[in-house]
């Protein structure tokens, strides 16, 4: 989806309050307005995409991926963004396949980026485990969804 959703990819915001406040936040803005909102607060921005319709959700994560790929961080933030972007994919691989099987193909290139760059991220294998565990599970349950 490359527009910004509307009323009808955010439908049933209203039932849920982390829903409501995502909409709140996120409702009517492109991925590229939105780049500064994670840059001033990556954990919390994580935290509403992650509880977004689906419909919005698929545009979203889209602007995740493009602030993590950029790298335009905030101070501090290179390896909580990236851990984040990885943590949310594979959760919802494990919890809820059918917000990102959708569009993961899209996606595969930067998250391969992104493990294979987890040095450029800042992120300490003892904080932050594995990248490379990380995208093992990833294809993993990218392979077994795609199967069922």
């Not at 995740?64 to 933030?77: E, M, W």
């Not at 987890?118 to 990380?134: M, P, R, S, V």
Request: proline share 3%.
């Amino acid at each position: 989806m490359k527009k910004i959703p509307t009323e009808k990819e955010w439908f049933g915001y209203q039932n849920d309050i982390d829903a409501r406040y995502a909409h709140k936040i996120f409702y009517g803005k492109s991925n590229e307005e939105m780049q500064s909102a994670l840059r001033d607060n990556v954990l919390e921005r994580v935290d509403e995409i992650r509880f977004m319709p689906i419909g919005a959700f698929q545009y979203y994560i889209f602007g995740l991926r493009d602030y993590v790929i950029r790298q335009n961080f905030g101070y501090y933030d290179a390896s909580d963004s990236a851990s984040c972007f990885l943590g949310l994919i594979l959760e919802k691989l494990q919890k809820s396949p059918e917000y990102i099987l959708p569009v993961i193909p899209e996606l595969m290139a930067d998250i391969e980026f992104v493990v294979s760059n987890q040095d450029i991220y800042e992120a300490d294998e003892e904080i932050y485990g594995d990248f490379k565990n990380l995208y093992q599970q990833i294809v993993m349950l990218v392979n077994r969804n795609s199967y069922q």
